[in-house]
């Protein structure tokens, strides 16, 4: 097997992390703006200086393929290059680039595999602009109508439409094009798990299932220092309840269970003002899917509890409901397989974040490989991974990839 290029895998990481670069550290690459223009451009000009033919559909995903001796259906890998408001260099990132280092390293020996090896670049994968996240590969796996994403608007009322155009990827390609054979993504674990048990491999076998619902509360703005508490209708103060509350849920649950309100926006948001709107995200998430049904139902009554106590009106609306989702098991054992051919230790887990590969899963064999997250930073400028983690993770890659495109049938 042919091994990759390290030190060249490294410097690409650091190249696409200059673009949308914070002042001390970390990346800002949110969705469709000009930053992720910047990383999607980077990466489309690595690609084309690979060789590889490029598409991009009508959903903005980007899809590069290096030919293989057959005219057959590839063997994907590839994520994400959007990133949150304070990213890191490897959250997506690492499982695009590290894809185009198996190409290079195919390239430079003269490779090619009985099957095409696809490289692809999922559009607005965190959903921290537009939601739901993971919505360029839901809109390619036919989940989600092309239509529907392209008209889904940011907190400015922008749309995926207009901003796609804006930066020059609303591409012509029909979604879903090519049909795939296997998808295997490969993403830094972005939790403690595998740092802190020293194992250097995750063998993933699935995803919990993800719930994001926005709570809008709408009261009277008052005088802070003129109305007495009981007068009060205050829209703040049920949404500080609510995040306690959910909080609590999860700590009552156990097992699994994890609730987080990320985003609580006031208004008119004043010292001096009783808050007459609160808007609050509340993100449940659990591998049990019954366990998450019954979060998700407690929450909205205590929600809709809070709200009338307050004499404040409660509005609710799905932001994103994903379903937990085991993976391919004849791919997850070649996972293991494969890093035990290398010699690396292995924990098969169940992911916490969303991912793209969670999507792919539902058209074809699926699987990803974790490599362990400094302290389980993620989502955080320092965010970080080893690089012998790094390389040894794309090494394995490579071979599974390999392994998957030349097999006889
Ligand atoms: O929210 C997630 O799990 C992913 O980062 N979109
Ligand atoms: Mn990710
Ligand atoms: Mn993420």
């Known amino acids: 097997m042919p091994s990759i290029d390290g030190k060249r895998f490294l410097a690409s990481l650091h190249a696409l992390g200059e673009c949308g670069a914070l002042e001390g550290g970390g990346v800002n690459r949110l969705a469709l703006t000009d930053a992720d223009k910047s990383g999607r451009d980077w990466a489309v000009n690595r690609m084309r200086e690979l060789d590889m033919d490029v598409t991009i559909d009508a959903i903005g995903n980007i899809v590069a393929v290096y030919r293989g001796t057959e005219e057959l259906p590839p063997v994907m890998t590839g994520s994400h290059i959007d990133t949150v408001r304070t990213g890191g260099l490897y959250d997506g990132n690492y499982g695009v680039l590290a894809g185009l280092e198996v190409i290079a390293t195919l390239r430079d020996r003269g490779i090619r595999s009985r099957r095409p090896i696809a490289v692809a670049v999922f559009t607005n994968e965190e959903g921290a602009r537009f939601q739901p996240d993971m919505m360029g590969s839901l809109v390619y796996v036919g989940d989600l109508p092309l239509e529907q994403a392209l008209t889904t608007q940011d907190a400015e009322g922008r749309t995926v439409g207009e901003e796609l155009e804006r930066i ?197 064999p699926t699987g990803m490989i974790f490599v362990p997250s400094i302290d389980g930073l993620s989502h955080n400028v320092r965010e970080d991974t080893a690089p012998d983690d790094l390389i040894q993770g794309t090494q394995l890659l490579l071979q599974i990839l390999l392994r998957l495109a030349n097999r006889p049938s």
């Not at 994001?212 to 109305?227: I, L, Q, R």
């Not at 609580?264 to 049990?288: E, G």
């Not at 379903?323 to 035990?340: G, I, K, M, N, Q």
């Open 168 to 364: 020059g990827y609303r591409g012509h390609e029909a979604v879903g094009s090519p049909r795939v054979d296997h998808f295997v993504e490969l993403h830094i674990e972005q939790g403690p798990v595998l740092h802190r048990r020293g194992i250097p491999v995750g063998v993933v076998e699935g995803v919990q299932g993800i719930s994001w619902t926005e709570f809008t509360f709408e009261g009277v703005s008052n005088h802070a220092g003129t109305t007495p508490m009981e007068l009060r209708s205050d829209a703040g103060y049920v949404a500080a309840c609510l995040t306690t509350f959910a909080h609590d849920l999860a700590l009552g649950y156990g097992g699994r269970q994890i609730a987080t309100v990320g985003s609580v926006r006031l208004t008119p948001n004043l010292v001096n003002v009783i808050p007459n709107r609160a808007v609050v995200t509340v993100d449940l998430r659990n591998t049990d899917a019954q366990a998450l049904e019954r979060a998700e139902r407690e929450v909205l009554a205590f929600a809709m509890q809070a709200a009338q106590t307050q004499k404040v009106t409660c509005r609710h609306r799905s932001l994103a409901r994903f379903d937990p989702v085991a993976f391919d098991a004849s791919v997850v054992d070649l996972v293991a397989r494969e890093a035990e051919r290398l010699g690396l230790n292995v924990l098969r887990m169940p992911s916490g974040a969303g991912h793209d590969a969670q999507m792919l899963a539902r058209v074809c």
